[in-house]
């Protein structure tokens, strides 16, 4: 059975109201069962419950948090009990949009009260699309009239955009949907990445690797839409059809952890699960010792509409790897401090399964 569950974000005016409708209709024609949890904040606003309701932001945030995260369990619980083999779950909005909403301090002083942490709660759904605000395109088809618990002017609306962008950025795989010509075009957008996410019918995104000067570190720790995640990635032992591999992802001692299969043979497929810890662990025992773990800090990068993420190893200290994927209809567009030595794209040896198979030393 494939649950999937993902979160549809983005700036205030952004047609997230037509893009539940429209994921609604496209998906239940590829066999999906399509449910959606309503946006928590605009329940608890019209029904009385706000930030200026309530004693102080934070402890109205609180209980929308707890709100979102019960409505978002009640719905995968359900899903568990559906006869479809292929539901997707559409969240309208997100934990982590809270922390656009309220100082850092606040965020984690409401993280910590609820028990739980920032990597936990971000990488709980298994892919995000944020729509950029309308505000963004010069403010002409800005309005705050067709939902009341929209008060933002133009240039707050585009801060705001620009603060949730940061909030997500470090989740695994995040797409930021651009204002295109005409709103129709900037729905299909949305779709086609859905899609390519869920390996549906879709045009496929295409990957490009890049070997790159060894990035400036502090530079990317400086921006707010850049996010530093620490992975360990464990090589299994293979059957000579099948390799399978674990990931653990997170920062700041806390973490998730994955299990991907994929099929070597001539019909080739990948599949990619959640694990618990204890599973983790547990399946640590079947390491391949012929191969070593990959460590690397992943930058995660927003910048414009484009989601770069940055590989540094510890084996090598003047170079990295960076990737993008993107429709072959889009044009890469690299930051001006990133230092492209060339495309490695199609070079098997830039691999983390390659990788795992030289010697720390080995100079590539």
């Known amino acids: 059975m494939q649950i999937s569950k993902i979160v549809i974000t983005g700036g205030p005016c952004a047609g997230k109201s037509s893009a539940t409708s429209r994921i609604g209709r496209e998906f239940a024609k590829l066999g999906y069962t399509v449910l959606f949890v309503p946006e928590t904040a605009t329940e608890l606003i019209t029904g009385g419950v706000a930030p200026w309701t309530c004693g102080t932001v934070k402890e109205y945030q609180k209980c929308q ?31 982590l949009d ?3 909403y309220m100082s850092l301090d606040d965020f984690y002083w409401m993280v910590n009260e609820l028990g739980k942490n920032e990597v936990e709660l971000r990488d709980s759904y298994d892919a995000v699309f944020h729509l950029v605000t309308a505000a963004k ?3 002409k088809f800005y309005t705050t009239e067709n939902n009341s618990a929209r008060t933002e002017t133009v240039e707050e609306a585009c801060a705001l955009d620009d603060r949730l962008i940061s909030a997500w950025t470090g989740h695994p795989h995040f797409r930021v949907i651009e204002n295109c010509d005409d709103f129709e075009q900037k729905m299909n957008r949305l779709i086609e990445e859905i899609a390519s996410f869920l390996k549906a019918p879709a045009i496929e995104t295409v990957e490009h690797r890049y070997l790159i000067e060894y990035p400036d570190t502090e530079w990317l720790e400086s921006i707010p839409n850049c996010e530093r995640v620490e992975i360990i990635q464990t090589y299994l032992k293979s059957d000579g059809i099948t390799e399978t591999r674990l990931r653990q992802r997170g920062s700041k001692g806390n973490y998730v952890y994955f299990k991907n299969v994929k099929k070597i ?24 010792t012929s191969k070593r773990q990959i460590r690397k800090n992943r930058y995660c990068l927003t910048y414009g509409t484009q989601y770069f993420e940055i590989d540094v190893y510890p084996f090598w200290k003047d170079k990295a790897l960076m990737k993008i994927e993107l429709n072959p209809s889009n044009s890469v567009q690299i930051p001006d401090e990133i230092k492209v030595i060339n495309e490695v794209s199609n070079d098997p040896s830039y691999k983390n399964a390659y990788l795992a198979t030289v010697g720390i030393n080995n100079d590539l």
């Open 98 to 100: 809270n922390k656009a």
């Open 137 to 139: 395109s010069g403010g």
């Open 265 to 288: 043979g001539s019909e080739k497929s990948e599949t990619e699960t959640r694990i618990s810890k204890d599973e983790y662990l547990e399946l640590l025992m079947e390491a391949d």
């Open 65 to 95: 948090l707890e709100l979102q995260l019960k409505k978002e369990s009640i719905f995968e619980e359900a899903a568990g009990t559906m006869p479809n083999d292929k539901i997707l779950i559409v969240c309208d909005r997100g934990a």
